[in-house]
């Protein structure tokens, strides 16, 4: 039988450390559980709030609604040539994925280690980092229909993915909860080293022919000397997207700007970074009240401890403006804003 709580504390349920109440709480060990759920009408007309990790939402207010924590373990393969499908509930640990591949030599997504967060989350977000993105890897995923009570398997095409963004992001969003997802990964290593200083930090080591395992280990070296740790300091990651504008909003930035950071995306576009960005606005390190931006990476946004939601998205919004005012950009926050008033 589900245990519904009521009045229960969320601090710590996100990695910002802030402190809000779920009006009801519950935690989901099993898919069928959402069958439980959902089978009282009342779950139906309550507000809802699908919690993995944690590690990619703002609390701004309580939650007067209905919290679901997926807490789905267990991951399980299978080989096929030399390609090998791998399979985890929606609750694993991230990181404990990617552990779990390296450590058996399935190839695809060492790029993506130490990312915060659980494994459901992973395709909604399509999450990326040093030139690997979710997508690049993924080939399905389980989710329950909260309308129908049913369950559905999407396929790549049919999550289309962007930068950031997924369908489960956009039309779908609030109608399906992620309970598994399968990923495509070999036994063959493609290794992408172009991105970032993972191509340095292997010259520092002398590796020249570097493994998966070596890919994970220099990439996680790179997150912890530039991200505080949330269990040390209250954060969500990078708090903002990397603005894409087109070649002509390119040109016209730098002409003014001729050293600004930037990489070739998709369609003929233009990545900027947002870090970049934000430092040359004079916000790297910076202490406002109880919050601000983090002294090694600007695009990480920090509770230095008793910041409330409001406080954290006021920083944010004084960042978006002086990045417009100096840029012409306009960023974007990465993180889910949760309990925003209209």
């Known amino acids: 039988m589900l245990q519904i709580q009521e009045n229960v504390s969320l601090k710590n349920f996100n990695t910002f450390g802030i402190d809000a109440d779920a009006r009801y709480f519950v935690e989901i060990s099993h898919a069928e559980e959402l069958t439980e759920l959902f089978a009282d009408p009342q779950w139906l007309q309550t507000e809802r ?7 990619n939402m703002l609390l ?7 919290v679901i924590r997926m807490n789905i373990r267990g991951i399980e393969h ?12 929606a609750g694993e640990v991230w990181n404990d994925l990617v552990n779990y591949c390296v450590s058996h030599g399935y ?11 659980s494994v459901g989350a992973s395709p909604i977000q399509n999450i990326g980092a040093y030139g ?8 399905s995923c389980e989710a329950f229909e909260i309308a129908s009570g049913t369950f559905r398997t999407f396929d790549q095409a049919a999550c289309k993915f962007g930068y950031r963004e997924s369908v489960f992001k956009a ?57 505080p740790d949330p269990s040390t300091i209250g954060n969500a990651g990078s708090f903002f997207k990397n603005p894409v504008i087109t070649m002509e909003q390119f ?9 600004i950071v930037n990489y070739p995306a998709d369609d003929g576009l233009v990545k900027l970074a947002a870090g970049w960005l934000i430092e040359q606005c004079d916000w790297k390190g910076k202490v406002v009240g109880h919050t601000g931006t983090w002294k090694n990476q600007a695009l990480v946004l920090v509770n230095h401890g008793g910041a409330d939601g409001e406080e954290v998205y006021s920083l944010s919004s004084q960042i978006i403006d002086s990045v417009y005012t100096k840029f012409g950009v306009t960023l974007q926050r990465e993180v889910n804003i949760i309990g925003l008033s209209n």
């Open 49 to 55: 709030l699908v919690l993995g990790g944690g590690s």
């Open 60 to 66: 701004v207010n309580n939650f007067d609604g209905l």
């Open 78 to 89: 299978r080989i096929n040539h030399d390609e090998v499908f791998v399979e985890a509930g």
């Open 107 to 117: 190839a695809g997504i060492e790029n993506l280690s130490l990312i915060p967060g």
């Open 132 to 139: 690997v993105e979710l997508k690049d890897v993924f080939e």
């Open 171 to 227: 039309e779908l969003a609030g109608k399906y909860i992620i309970v598994a997802v399968k990923f495509r990964l070999s036994l063959t290593p493609d290794i992408n080293i172009k991105y970032g200083a993972i191509e340095q930090e292997l010259a520092n080591r002398n590796i020249n022919k570097p493994t998966i395992a070596d890919i994970s280990q220099v990439v996680s070296h790179i997150r912890v000397s530039k991200l």
């Open 251 to 259: 040109k016209s930035v730098q002409e003014k700007h001729p050293d």
